[in-house]
Structures are given as C-alpha cells and as structure tokens.
C-alpha cells in the first residue's frame, strides 16, 4: 500500500495563501529534515525551502522544483471538500493534487529511494520547494530568489525538472519549452452622453471594441501550434467593464484585461510594440501589469537526453513539445539552468473545479524521477 500521508498532509493547506504557503515549506521542512544531507530555507516572510541529497562536493547537479502554491478554490464549488484529499474509483481529488503536489511527492519518493539504494554516490540532487508561481511566473520572491542563492552560492545545478502534470492516459509530455505573458489593462475614454440624443457620440465602449477587433486581426484568441508543435502567441480578453450602469447613457470610460500569451518563438517586446502601436491608433492607453518571458531549450540538452533514455529504457510512450502555460522555468533557463516542464502525474480540471489525479500515475511519475537520478 502506498503511502499518501504526505500527499494529504500537503492538499489539507490551502496554498493559495501566503500563510499557506508557508506552511507548505514549514511541512516539507519536517518531512525532509530526517533524509536531506542538508535543507536551507531562503526568503523571511516568503519562504523556499532548498533540500539537498547526495554528493555534497558534486558538481554534477540536478535540480527538482516544484512550486507550493496553488491557484484558490471555493468549497461550493467543488465536489468534495477541495482541502481534503478524497479518492474515488483510484482517482484523488483535491486543489493542487495536479498542479503540483502531486508532481512534488512523487518527486520526494524517488529521491528519497534514489538515496536508500545509494545511488547517489557521485551526484548532488537538488529539490527546491518554490512560493508565489500562481500569480504569473513573475515573482522575485519564488524561484527567482532561489536562482538568486544558487548564483551567489555558485552552485548551479546542471539541470532542472520541474513536474507539472500530464493529461489523463496521455503519452509522458516533456515541455521543451513555455509561453510567456503580458498582461495587459486597455482603457479608452469617451464623452459621456443620452444615448438618446442625436448628436455623434464618443463613445469609449465603442473605441475599446474597435482596438479590440483589430487586435484580433493581429493576435488569435485561439491559440494555435505551428508545424513544429511550439504554441503560437495568443490574446484573450479575460474582463471588461465601463464606469457606467445607467441604461440611456453613453460612458466615458470602459476598460478591459487582456491575457496575451507568447510563443517561445516570438519576444515580449516585439508583442506589445505591436499592440502599443494599436492602442496610439485607437486612442487606448495601456497598463502593463505583467510581463513573464517565453523560453524554451535545445534539443541537444542532456536533460532531454536522459528523459528520452528514460522513456525508453522504460517503455513509456511519450511526446516531446512545449507547454502553452507560463511557469517558472525562464528563471532557472535564464541562469543556465536547462530545465525541462511535464512528467508529472496525469491530472485533470487543473486550475478548475474537482480538480483530480489518477493514483495509477503515481508510480510512473515516481519511476521517471528515479530513473533519471539513476542515470545523472
Ligand atoms: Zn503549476
């Protein structure tokens, strides 16, 4: 019977809080505490937890993260209670059983028996327990400031997984790469009016459309892969509102967010150049709010190597591509970090409502992370 104290233990803290969040580090700490050779907690009021397992001298280094937080979730909206972990036919629901806890006791499983059948005689594996990556992969408290130890440590590992999950049944996806954000706040004025009068209105819903309507001319709202499988940039509007609840009355101030995603192949600046030049046009003014890179490895890496030899050796089929969501791994490929995203367990409703995970997943997930120790 496997053991899923751990597990629970982790999905029973709501993550989508600070506090939570450092609890997450607070129960790692303790959990890892009796195995690590050693464990640094990095951060004051926002906390990571760095636990390190093998070859202290080692330069030959492979690095684990997995971020702690997870997105909200409301017990009316759920199932089952979303901080309890319930399982039904195999099948574990619960915030943040996919994205990532799932991914991080698996993880900790296969270091952990990396270690008790000492295989880690010539190698230093690193796992880093990160805050603060559900707000946009833009946070210098998260993995940036665990980036930011490793540099000034000059300890930087030689690679890194992080295992977001994999689609439920699907082959073992092995992101060689992910889209970076803008997010955008578009506001348009106007000259508030009846909206029975005659005269020509300004009409700030009206100009906020029309921005709108050719920024889809430019940027698809569905995003779309090109022939090589790496997701293409995207915009979607996720709000809008206006200043004004009267039925008979033009506004004279409407404004929208607008989530435009960034292909690995495409650059931030490049992207919202385009879109300033549109806001000018149309009279818009923008407000970035946030602005998180693309990034994406070679194909050469090592990591990748040792997956695929992984995948194989082991018969598991998988799929190598590039993950259309933001994450923290440009903090760590902007270090020279190669990093790899996916292999973690098969997840469904992430970020949704009964989010869930399939229990048979776990070993092949834990067998991925094992082989690789096995292998660096
Ligand atoms: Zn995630």
Redesign the pocket.
């Known amino acids: 019977m496997r053991d899923l104290k751990l597990l629970k233990s982790m999905v029973e803290i709501n993550s989508s809080t600070v506090d939570g969040q450092n609890k997450m580090i607070e129960l790692l700490k303790n959990y890892l505490s009796p195995h690590a050779n050693k464990i640094k907690i990095i951060g004051k009021e926002r906390k990571n937890i760095l636990a390190f397992f093998g070859d202290m001298k080692s330069k030959n280094i492979l690095l684990f993260n997995g ?1 702690v937080d997870t997105v909200s979730a409301s017990k009316d909206d759920f199932k089952f209670n979303p901080f309890s972990l319930v399982e039904q036919d195999d099948v574990l629901f619960g915030r943040g059983t996919g ?2 806890k799932g991914g991080i006791y698996c993880t900790l499983n296969a270091i952990i028996r990396a270690k008790n059948e000492k295989l880690l005689k010539d190698k230093l594996i690193i796992f880093a327990g990160t805050c603060d ?2 707000t946009g992969s833009d946070s210098e408290f998260g993995a940036s400031a665990v980036v930011d130890y490793f540099l000034t440590e000059n300890l930087i590992p030689s690679a890194c997984l992080i295992p ?1 999950p994999n689609k439920f049944n699907a082959p073992l996806k092995i992101n060689l790469g992910h889209r970076g954000l803008i997010w955008i706040k578009a506001v348009s004025t106007g000259i508030k009016m009846h909206s029975g009068s005659v005269h020509k209105e300004d009409n700030a819903i009206v100009s906020l459309e029309d921005f709108l309507h050719s920024l889809r001319k430019k940027l698809t709202n569905q995003p779309k892969k090109d022939k090589k499988g790496i997701p293409c940039s995207s915009a979607r509007v996720t709000n809008i509102k206006s200043d004004n609840d009267e039925f008979n009355v033009v506004p004279d101030l409407c404004e929208c967010n607008i989530d435009v995603r960034v292909s690995p192949l495409d650059k931030n600046k490049d992207i919202l150049k385009m879109i300033q030049k549109l806001a000018v046009k149309y009279g818009i003014k923008l407000e970035v709010l946030k602005n998180t890179p693309s990034s994406m490895i070679k194909r050469k890496e090592r990591i990748l190597q040792e997956l695929v030899g992984v995948c194989e050796e082991e018969n598991f089929e998988y799929e190598i591509g590039y993950s259309s969501a933001t ?1 923290d791994a440009h903090f760590f490929n902007n270090a020279k970090i190669p990093t790899v995203v996916g292999l973690g367990v098969d997840a469904k409703n992430v970020h949704a409502n009964d989010e869930c995970i399939s229990k048979k997943s776990f070993q092949k997930c834990e067998d991925v992370m094992f082989n690789l120790i096995k292998r660096w």
């Open positions: 971020h994205d990532m990556e559900e977001e994450c």
